[in-house]
């Protein structure tokens, strides 16, 4: 006994169709996969899954069984189809907040223009393709033989649909809303019961789960490493030399911070907790900064007179302000007044 997933697709009628919209259906279905009336090698099964459809539609006792599978519970009587695992990503801020997605899945209908048969069926008659209307193809060797397409009338009633290649079914994908819960990294699954596609041919059985592989995109301030995220920050080298208070960017939004005087050009700055959130007994990431300094360009004459009084006053009080450049400038003067060794 096949174990129908869902009757209704199967015959292609709504959920809550009457008694007699899926006789309507099943009457018109059957007629036209029978294989006593519809020649295609595909005809067989597909009137076998018709009729399965429709005896698991008029037992109200296995409808029930089948509708409590799909709500949740696996039944011994019901085959499962493959889980599938589809990735899902996600810009850094909805993956740290959670988000609402809409996922879109491949899924199956009835082909609407044949009904399903994969079958059209014409007013006249038209000539044999598979023959060009003689009843007879040429087989190897010369000999000729009667025409299998047409059993060697010529001419066709039916031909196949060619909106569904003559399958019955056409791909209509169907859309999925998920709520992304906060705090899921790269790598993490998403679970979702009983939602995964069922692949041709599968139609018949319980639908599987669906995971989301979360992935995240390439973000244009953040780069995550661990838990950690870290931003390089563009700052006036006469800022980062005073110190001061700059706005940075958060996940959120952003903050402000305080340099402290004075400030190495290269340190990094890290804010506890303000990475990418914790989950349960993970703790939240740090966002760590990388002040970057911008050497702006003069505009004034004046800005020009002010860095000359800072050299100026930086000359006298080299030996503990700068020692590097002191230490240079004792090299050169080793070179200038004597022999180089
Ligand atoms: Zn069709
Ligand atoms: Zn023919």
């Known amino acids: 006994m096949i174990t129908v997933e869902d009757p209704f697709a199967v015959l292609g009628v709504a959920p809550k169709a009457s008694r007699e919209e899926i006789r309507t259906a099943y009457r018109r279905l059957a007629m036209r996969w ?3 009336r519809n020649p295609s090698p595909a005809a067989s099964a597909e009137f076998k899954r018709v009729h399965a459809a429709y005896e698991l539609l008029l037992d109200d006792e296995r409808l029930a069984v089948w509708q409590q599978a799909r709500h949740g519970a696996t039944t011994d009587r019901a085959a499962v189809g493959d889980d599938l695992v589809q990735p899902l990503t996600l810009t850094l801020e909805q993956a740290a907040a959670g988000c609402q997605r809409t996922v879109e899945l491949p899924h199956r209908v009835r082909c609407s223009s044949c009904a399903g048969s994969g079958r059209v069926h014409h007013s006249h008659s038209v000539p044999c393709p598979a023959c060009s209307g003689c009843g007879r193809v040429v087989r190897a060797g010369g000999r000729t033989a009667r025409c299998d397409t047409c059993a060697g009338h010529g001419y066709l009633r039916e031909t196949a649909c060619t909106d569904c290649a003559g399958s019955g079914w056409q791909d209509q994908p169907r859309t999925l809303e998920v709520t992304v819960p906060p705090a899921l990294l790269a790598g993490e699954r998403l679970r979702l019961a009983r939602q995964a596609p069922l692949p041709p041919g599968d139609e018949l059985k319980v639908a599987g789960d669906l995971y ?6 390439v973000h244009e301030l953040f780069v995550l490493s661990g838990l950690d995220l870290h931003c390089p920050i563009p700052v006036s080298i006469f800022r980062l030399l005073c110190g001061g208070r700059i706005e940075v960017p958060t ?12 400030s190495p050009t290269a340190g990094e700055h890290r804010l506890a907790g303000l990475g990418f959130p914790g989950k349960g007994e993970r703790a939240a990431g740090d966002l760590v900064l990388h002040p970057q300094a911008i050497h702006p360009r003069l505009a004034a004459r004046e800005d020009f007179q002010l860095l000359e009084l800072l050299e100026w006053r930086l000359a006298a009080d080299l030996e503990s302000r700068a020692p590097l450049l002191a230490d240079w400038q004792q090299r050169l003067r080793a070179r200038r007044d004597g022999p180089v060794v």
């Open 251 to 262: 996940l959120g939004g952003t903050t402000w911070i305080e340099l402290p005087p004075p």
């Open 34 to 36: 029978h294989p006593d």
């Open 212 to 217: 989301l592989e979360i992935s995240l995109a």
